[in-house]
């Protein structure tokens, strides 16, 4: 580039003026000037073309370290770094397989907006319903389940369970749900952005119910965190600890399911302020004083309360034998 600009110049100025501010060699820059073209340039030109050759023999999938094998296999004798270096350069690229399609995170849906917003607490049943699906691994192949849960209880109101993830999977549980509660008013079905949620049966099927839908944003996984958490746990209780031979696992996990869509809401639910705190004078008279604990630690030291009454007597008997022998010792004695 200095030599390029040197010689398109240097009738305007003089070659030693040029060579002291671009703060070059003047006999390199005539040794320039004779050979344009230096020996390192015509070495990448003619390997240039054994790279294009090899690289169009292959039908454009070798990349840089196959194309170094097909030169070295001909005698050449150049780098890895330098066939790379001159295939950057040049932009030949080997093919590629199908690019992984670019997911904007946090994205919202463009078919329903978040009308939840992680408000999790509602002061009612049948205002908010979450749903969701998820895949359980089995023996006889992939095994999918989808759940609707009440936010009010955190109850399963509908599932259903398919060997195949189709939009009827949705469907069956969002129907399982309406017919068992059957709502008086509108309510809020709050899902993620899966296909089988944006499908046009279950947006008629939600408009036929008076059901609005409520989608999280894209690969937000908190927006959706109540069924995240119950597929958790019933992989956690029912799925990882279950032996490794093959099992039919409808009726394990359908038996979960119904406990959980009965059982009251869990202790967690319930707000820490409704909870009477104790102080710290009465838990130091409960631990030093047991008796004056509930009834369940009544009944545990039971059994500890019988056998030192049953100690005491034992010993009292003994006392009471060495103070008074029987007769039988002491005719005995007398002898």
């Not at 200095?2 to 070059?24: A, G, I, P, Q």
């Not at 399963?156 to 195949?164: D, I």
Request: charge should be positive.
């Amino acid at each position: 580039m200095k030599y390029r600009f040197m010689n398109e110049h240097r009738h305007d100025y003089s070659v030693t003026l040029m060579c002291r501010v671009l703060r070059v060699a003047r006999a390199g820059f005539y040794a320039w000037l004779h050979a344009p073209v230096s020996d390192r340039d015509i070495e990448d030109a003619r390997l240039l073309e054994l790279i294009r050759h090899s690289h169009a023999g292959s039908h454009e999938i070798y990349g840089a370290r196959r194309v170094f094998g097909d030169l070295r296999e001909v005698g050449e004798t150049c780098g890895l770094h330098r066939v790379e270096r001159l295939m950057r350069r040049h932009k030949i690229r080997a093919v590629r397989g199908y690019r992984k399609p670019r997911t904007l995170a946090g994205r919202p849906s463009l078919l329903a907006p978040n009308r939840l917003q992680q408000a999790f607490t509602v002061d009612a049943p049948n205002k908010v319903w979450v749903t969701d699906i998820t895949y359980i691994r089995t023996w006889q192949g992939w095994l999918y389940l989808a759940v609707v849960l009440d936010l009010y209880a955190r109850k399963v109101v509908g599932w259903s369970m398919k060997p195949t993830l189709s939009r009827e999977l949705a469907l069956d549980a969002l129907l399982m749900a309406v017919r068992r509660r059957k709502p008086d008013g509108r309510v809020l079905v709050h899902s993620d952005q899966g296909s089988q949620y944006g499908s046009d049966d279950f947006k008629r099927f939600c408009a036929a119910h008076s059901l609005e839908t409520s989608m999280s944003r894209r690969g937000n996984c908190w927006d959706n965190a109540v069924a995240e958490s119950f597929f958790s746990s019933l992989k956690k209780e029912r799925i990882q600890n279950a032996s490794t031979r093959p099992a039919p696992w409808r009726a394990p996990i359908s038996s979960t399911i119904s406990r959980r869509s009965t059982t009251e809401p869990a202790a967690t639910a319930i707000s820490a302020a409704s909870v009477p705190r104790r102080s710290n004078a009465l838990r130091l008279e409960a631990r030093l004083c047991p008796r004056n604990r509930g009834p369940s630690n009544r009944r545990s030291l039971a059994p500890l309360t019988t056998l030192r009454a049953l100690r005491r007597d034992m010993i009292a008997s003994s006392r009471a034998r060495k103070c008074c022998p029987p007769p039988s010792s002491r005719q005995a004695s007398g002898r």
